[in-house]
């Protein structure tokens, strides 16, 4: 919303819960550290930016939910 913050190497916008299932599994079994957000705009990042590949769960999965430890 306010375009502050630093960078992050990679950010990831899936539309369906398909894809959030592939690119978590996909950077489990290659170590890459993932962080999830929703649209942003309660989000505040670094000036120097975050390492984590970041996920970015939108309207189109705003009734998303996890259970257990999937």
Same mark, same amino acid.
């Given at each position: 919303?306010?375009?502050?913050? @630093? ?30 957000? @929703?649209? @942003? ?26 259970? @257990?430890?999937?």
């Amino acid at each position: 919303t306010f375009k502050i913050g @630093g960078p992050t190497p990679c950010l990831i916008e899936p539309t369906r819960v398909e894809e959030v299932a592939q690119v978590v599994r996909y950077c489990r079994e290659n170590g890459v550290e993932t962080i999830s957000m @929703g649209n @942003g705009s309660n989000l505040l990042v670094p000036d120097e930016g975050i390492s984590q590949v970041v996920i970015k769960l939108g309207k189109n999965l705003s009734a998303m939910r996890r259970e @257990g430890d999937a």
